[in-house]
């Protein structure tokens, strides 16, 4: 009896220059080596059925990734991540496992997604109070953004794509290992959560890029860290 199990990953620095298609071959050699009762596609070139979500840019990690693996019998999902695991390479790692509960996949399912965004502002003037700004910049009726689309580049309201954004007090430059990369500016360090997914999908660059043209100087993301993926209940998975 087939079975659909749903895992859930962290990418850690080791892996994060790793794309989504490397991570993909990644998974797949991965099965092989395990001996998972893996199911394939049908045709003359089949391939692992796995699903994996929102796939991350190059150069961001995540302690919140999912993937789902079709098998053609049953198994627990605890040994499927047990055996899994010892054949990821470091970076990659299962943290949990689960049965799939109904019949869409992860990518299908998923509608946002939080991060914790470090942010440097080189040349923010010093009377401007952070907390302030990034409040009366949500307090806007709309928020315009240049995307690029497939068809050129379009200015878009990505308002209602912004769920969730604050700083975070607590964060110093001295704590961070990329507190060069900001020289003599001032660093921040964000959360946010956006709408995500096939239907509406906010990355963070464009996010900040919108903060900096309302702020007037420029905020360059230095980090990203991906922290939660959420479907269609706006609960994690």
Known sequence: MSIAIRVKFIRGEEAKYVSHLELIRVFERAVRRAGLPIAYTLGFNPHPRMVFGLPLAVGV????????????EEMRPEDFMDRLNRQLPAGLK??????????????????????????????????????????????????????????????????PMIKKMSVDESFSMGDS???????NGKMFRFDIETSAGSEAN????????????????????????????????????
């Open 177 to 183: 290992e990329i507190a060069g990369a900001c020289g």
């Open 61 to 72: 990690t995540s302690e919140a990734e999912y993937a789902d693996f079709e098998l053609a």
């Open 94 to 159: 299962i943290v949990e496992a689960f049965v799939r509960r109904g019949k869409s996949n992860i990518m299908a399912d998923i509608k946002g997604a939080a991060y914790s965004v470090v942010v440097c502002a080189g040349d923010m003037p010093e009377s401007v109070d952070i907390l302030k700004l990034t409040e009366v910049f949500l307090a806007r009726p709309k928020i315009m953004a240049e995307k690029e689309t497939k068809s050129g580049v379009k200015e878009i309201d990505i308002k």
């Open 202 to 237: 906010l990355k963070p660059e464009l996010l900040f890029a919108s903060l900096g043209d309302f702020a007037g100087f420029r905020f360059k993301v230095l980090k990203v860290h991906r922290t939660g993926l959420f479907v269609a209940n706006d609960n994690r998975d």
